[in-house]
């Protein structure tokens, strides 16, 4: 499957927020959950001209002499070693419903190193414990070179901007 031109569109997008952000990935986790289904998957709107605003919000918005990523551009490249990644069997002990996980092993294409991928959201209010139990890693997988990428702002309705490219 298929699935072509997802973005989060109503009020609480705004002109692209944390909020909208954070709810993509948990549905992309969803999506990467079942990727023996689906193989292919697209944000759209890509672009805005802000001389041209006939679709928000977009993953990255530009003038004639400046751009910026939104929150759900970053989410993107968090994303980005899911491609021909193996889907690994995880589980998540937590005592809230507010978060999702998955985890990859990937193939680092400049190295040629397997490493493992592991996405967490929390699409609550508050800050939440958990722990992530993962089955079968293989042996290939590189012990270091780990690192921990947050994708967080003061408030979920932020947004970047010309002024605040790196708000959220």
């Known amino acids: 499957a298929f699935v072509s031109e997802y973005a989060v569109t109503k009020e609480d997008a705004g002109a692209g927020s944390l909020l909208a952000a954070v709810a993509e990935a948990a549905f992309l986790i969803g999506l990467e959950k ?10 759209a709107p890509l672009f805005l001209n802000t001389n041209d605003r006939r679709w928000i919000p977009d993953a990255i918005v530009f003038n004639s002499y400046q751009n910026y990523g939104t929150p759900s551009y970053w989410l993107q490249q968090l994303f980005t070693n899911s491609s021909g990644a193996t ?3 995880s589980t998540l002990q937590s005592s809230s419903s507010s978060i999702v996980a998955s985890a990859i092993e990937y193939k680092d294409s400049q190295h040629g190193k397997n490493y493992l991928n592991v996405k967490v959201v929390n699409f609550g209010n ?26 967080t702002s003061a408030n979920v309705m932020d947004e970047n901007s010309f002024s605040e490219p790196n708000k959220v």
């Open 87 to 89: 889907l690994l069997n």
């Open 34 to 43: 079942n990727s023996d289904i689906v193989q292919m998957v697209a944000y």
């Open 126 to 151: 508050a800050t939440e414990n958990f722990e992530i139990s993962i089955n079968c890693l293989n042996s290939s997988v590189q012990p270091f070179g780990s690192s921990m990428v947050l994708l």
